[in-house]
C-alpha cells in the first residue's frame, strides 16, 4: 500500500519533468511553447465562458424552482421503486448537465441515509461511472465548431443509462 502511495505521490512530477526532458532533447523553447499554450488556453475559455454561465444558472433555476424536484417526483411514478430509488432520480437528471450540482445532491442523500447504505453506494457509483453529457458536448463542440453532432448524444446517453444501470446493479451487490 505504501508503494502505491509513494508513486501517486511521484506520478505529476515525473510527468513534468518528462514533458520538459522530451521538450528540451527535441530544442523546444519549453517555457516559451508553455507561455504560448496558456495563452491559447485563455482564450478558449473565454470562448467557452458564455456556455458555461448559461448551463450553471439554467441548472440553479431549475432547483431553486422547484421544477426538478416536480420532474422527478413524475419520473418516479413512471419507474418502479425496486429499479431506481426515487432519492436518486434528481442525481440523474441534474447529472446530464452539471457535476457539481448532482455532487450537492448526493451530498444531501448521504447526509440523510448515510455513505454506507444503498442510496450513497448508488449515488457514489452513479457519479463516477456518468458523465455531464450536455455540459461536455455544449463546451467541447463549440469551442471546436462542430455544429452536427450525429450520433453523439444517443451514444453519450446510452453509456450513461449502462453506468446508471451497472451503479445501481453493483450497489445492490455490495
Do not use: W
Not at 48 to 69: D, E, Q, W
Not at 101 to 123: E, K, M, N, R, Y
Not at 125 to 152: A, N
Request: hydrophobic share 55%.
Amino acid at each position: 500500500m505504501t508503494l502505491i502511495l509513494y508513486l501517486s505521490d511521484m506520478i505529476l512530477p515525473f510527468v513534468l519533468f518528462y514533458i520538459i526532458a522530451n521538450g528540451l532533447a527535441a530544442g523546444r523553447p519549453v517555457y516559451d511553447d508553455f507561455v504560448e499554450g496558456a495563452k491559447e488556453g485563455f482564450g478558449t475559455v473565454l470562448g467557452v465562458m458564455p456556455t458555461l454561465i448559461g448551463l450553471m444558472a439554467g441548472v440553479s433555476i431549475l432547483r431553486a424552482s422547484g421544477f426538478l424536484s416536480f420532474l422527478a417526483g413524475l419520473l418516479s411514478h413512471i419507474i418502479s421503486e425496486e429499479l431506481v430509488m426515487p432519492e436518486l432520480i434528481s442525481v440523474i437528471l441534474v447529472k446530464l448537465f452539471s457535476s457539481s450540482a448532482a455532487t450537492g445532491l448526493a451530498l444531501d442523500i448521504f447526509s440523510q441515509f448515510g455513505a454506507d447504505s444503498l442510496p450513497g453506494l448508488s449515488v457514489s457509483l452513479m457519479l463516477s461511472c456518468t458523465e455531464t453529457i450536455f455540459y461536455t458536448m455544449s463546451v467541447y463542440f463549440m469551442s471546436v465548431k462542430v455544429k452536427k453532432t450525429r450520433y453523439t448524444l444517443p451514444g453519450a446517453l446510452a453509456a450513461t443509462a449502462a453506468g446508471i444501470a451497472m451503479s445501481l446493479f453493483l450497489a445492490r451487490r455490495m
